[in-house]
């Protein structure tokens, strides 16, 4: 903190923990036109350019301009005459100036409060390493923060924590937090009537900046719930960490108790948010979803005969039990509902190829097809709502063997009528071009076969000969990110910045998302060319041509040049070796031919080699094993074999000995006969030709998504000012013209 230096930027006085690079002051300086003006921003910086830390502090400094306003008018309401009225009115003059149009140029004294930052990025082991910046910086010290997470990560409580599902995880903690059996949940409980905020209470004199791990840590030392402290503690936090989901998805905002109004939202690795977008805002029914639903309809609606057969036989109500918010006769409709709902999918006809595709606004054809229509989803919506929230308490409410899954997916599906609706009601009274079209443009409608799970313990020669209908799966997806950020957008959100190191081309992103985007930048790397090697290798050292092209990716010669390819480089290459493939396939086919040739020994014998699992503990103890390899003086460093779009690729720390070099092996491109991407492919040709604008088409989406993933990958290699290293395109693809 002794190094910290005070940097001017458009009136603001913002702290850095050392003298910034042109670039990084460049950088800030749009943040901070971003928040005073009130706008969204769009920023562009590839990784190693201190674009976390440049975000953080000329937001933080921002943000405390802000705090100091809300002071100042409660100066104002004071009075003041002679020295200390000109003393306020000279700091009114320079806060007006740092806070910009967001300035309230009406405000005569009375308290107006500032805004939250809520920062979000994919993962928390991403939102960790912000937290590690943030407590580099002097406003670690100074601004509270908060992180949402999950049961999964917060709960300290054995008996749910070792649990095996989120889903159970969160049945059995709300079956012990209404009984109180959780004794850190009514620890905390306890103290929370005494204490206005107890996560602060709790923190006292240590560090106000936690991440996930921090705040579970604290929980254990006071044997308070983090999960519930976490939850409470969001409305006094300066800043609030979370991932994607929590913040794109307006049930998970709800369920978390996120309020985004006023805020300013910060997407960071925000070249995932566009698929991600899609995901928040798609949805899936199978048939044994809607067959579990029926089920679970069942079990309470023959709950509630029983119950009234009793009373009847004692002539008296059961007080002990809680009364349902529900009918018999709306759980008999709604069950009758559901059964027509799954008969209305069967009797579709599908093609050849077992599938049907239809339009966005076929899903409420099909659902008016069973009677459920504008004027009663949201009856219908809320009568689900109640009975979920009763099969997932259980306990006393209800004995219930089910936790309500299945009627959770269908209350998923349903909710896109009244949302759609909304938006459609909201766009004939806007003016923005593409917003007048109907929302269900932005969806498509897609049923297949729903994919067949070998059940566990079945005996083949029993099942052998038998003819099992098998059922279909509903799919709404969506294929614009626009759709999940203008509902961000319209709850009043201050600012929308979005930020990466591979977001280009912008035009083709801001289109996307369909929103304006007025402040953009693409700042320049900070490293100078003598610290990076790019080549391109097109041929193994038997002469071999280097393609991974769906054609040839499989082919042994190929696979086994490749693989003495990556002999050579093993060799030469000192330290940390990252290899990434176009998917898992790919590598593990490389990697069982490598295996059986003898290439993988050979490899060995320069580094220890590590395979990405899929698995999060398997992920976690293969990094830290490489790290510690890495580190073995009794070793030649260490190799990671990894896939584009996967968790290496995704923000880890590879500086200086951790990857000197990365290896890219073939186009990670998206599977092209993969329906969701056939139907996303065509949905842009159209898009292309309603709206006549500048916005990409199909082919160009699907070269897109490969390179961003290809940049994304090459972005582990160099990671500050000083690192260097080499970036290896092994394809022949690579080379320019061809």
């Known amino acids: 903190m002794a190094n910290t230096r005070l940097v001017k930027i458009a009136g603001i006085d913002v702290s850095f923990p050392f003298d910034p690079y042109p670039n990084q002051v460049e950088y800030m300086t749009n943040v901070i036109s971003c928040l005073q003006q009130g ?20 937001s933080l400094a921002w ?60 993962t928390h082991s991403q939102l960790t390493q912000v937290v590690q910046e943030l407590k580099r910086t002097v406003y670690g010290k100074s601004i509270k923060s908060n992180v949402i997470g999950s049961r999964d990560q917060l709960c300290i409580n054995p008996k749910v924590s070792t649990l095996g599902s989120n889903s159970a995880k969160t049945l059995m903690c709300r079956q012990m937090t209404k009984q109180r059996t959780c004794y850190p949940y009514v620890k905390f409980d ?33 044997q308070l719930c983090p999960f519930y402290m976490a939850k409470e503690g969001q409305g006094s936090a300066d800043v609030i960490f979370m991932p994607y989901q929590y913040l794109l998805d307006p049930a998970a905002r709800k369920a978390s108790g996120v ?92 093609s050849h190829d077992k599938t049907l595709k239809k339009s966005g606004r076929f899903l409420f054809e099909l659902f008016a097809s069973v009677g459920i229509n504008e004027n009663n989803i949201n009856q219908l919506l809320e009568l689900v709502g109640k009975v979920i929230h009763d099969l997932s308490l259980g306990g006393e409410s209800a ?137 391109i290798v097109t041929r193994g050292p038997d002469g071999t041509e280097l393609n991974s092209s769906y054609h040839n990716r499989s082919d042994i010669t ?38 059986e040739a003898g290439i993988m020994d050979n490899i060995c014998k320069r580094k220890k080699i590590f395979v990405e699992p899929k698995g999060k503990e398997p992920f976690e103890q293969a990094m830290t094993g490489y790290y510690e390899a890495i580190q073995n003086p009794a070793l030649t460093g260490a190799a990671f074999f990894a896939v584009c779009r996967g968790k290496v690729s995704e923000g880890l720390d590879f500086a200086d000995i951790n990857g000197r070099a990365v290896v890219i092996t073939g186009l990670p491109f998206p599977p092209r006969m993969d329906h969701r991407v056939v139907l996303k492919m065509d949905f842009l040709k159209q898009q292309k030709a309603l709206l006549k604008t500048d916005c990409i088409d199909g082919e160009e989406w699907y070269k897109l998504c490969a390179s961003r993933a290809v940049n994304q990958a090459i972005g582990r290699v160099i990671r500050h000012r000083h690192d260097y290293g080499a970036i290896l395109l092994c394809d022949t693809r690579y080379v320019v013209g061809t």
């Not at 923190?203 to 254990?220: A, C, N, P, Y």
């Not at 009758?336 to 008969?343: D, G, H, I, K, R």
């Open 39 to 58: 706008v969204n921003g769009i920023l562009e910086s590839p990784t190693g350019t201190g674009k976390t830390l440049s975000l953080l502090c000329s």
């Open 63 to 122: 943000l405390e301009s802000q705090k100091a306003q809300v002071e100042l008018s409660r100066l104002k309401g004071g009075g003041g005459e002679g020295s200390s009225a000109a003393f306020k009115s000279i700091l009114e003059q320079n806060l007006e100036k740092a806070a910009g149009s967001t300035w309230d140029q009406n405000n005569q004294g009375a308290f107006r409060g500032y805004p939250r930052i809520i920062y979000a990025s994919r």
């Open 190 to 222: 306890d103290k929370r009537q005494k204490a206005t905020d107890v996560l602060a209470e709790v923190i006292g004199k240590e560090s106000r900046v936690m991440d996930i791990e921090d705040l579970v840590q604290l929980g254990r030392k006071h």
């Open 259 to 350: 309020d985004v109004s006023g805020c300013i939202v910060i997407f960071d690795e925000a070249h995932n948010l566009e698929s991600i977008c899609e995901e928040s805002a798609s949805s899936e029914l199978k048939a044994s979803d809607l067959a579990m639903a029926v089920n679970e309809t069942q079990d309470v609606l023959t709950t509630m005969l029983q119950r009234e057969a009793t009373e009847t036989v004692l002539g008296t109500s059961l007080s002990s039990t809680t009364e349902p918010e529900y009918t018999v006769n709306e759980l008999t409709l709604l069950k009758t509902l559901l059964l027509e709902l799954e008969a209305a999918i069967d009797a579709l006809q599908l």
């Open 399 to 535: 004995s219930f063997s089910r936790n309500g899954a299945g009627l959770t997916k269908v209350f998923d599906m349903l909710k896109f009528l009244p949302m759609i609706c909304t938006r459609n009601q909201q766009a004939l009274t806007s003016k923005q071009g593409s917003r007048h079209l109907d929302s269900t443009h932005f969806y498509r409608t897609f049923i297949s076969l729903e994919e067949k799970k070998a059940s566990k313990g079945a005996n083949p020669w029993e099942t052998a000969g038998k003819t099992v209908k098998q059922g279909r799966t509903l799919h709404y997806w969506c294929f614009s990110a626009g759709a999940a950020m203008q509902d961000l957008a319209d709850s009043g959100i201050h600012s929308i910045i979005l930020t990466s190191g591979t977001l280009s081309p912008i035009s083709a992103f801001t289109n996307e998302m369909r929103l304006p985007f007025p402040v953009q930048l693409q700042n320049m790397h900070i490293i100078g060319k003598d610290q990076v090697f790019l080549g």
């Open 558 to 595: 190929y696979q086994k040049s490749l693989g003495n390819t990556l002999v050579n480089v093993a060799r030469t290459v000192p330290a940390g070796l990252l290899v990434f493939f176009p998917s898992y396939g790919v590598m593990e086919q490389c990697v069982r031919t490598w295996e």
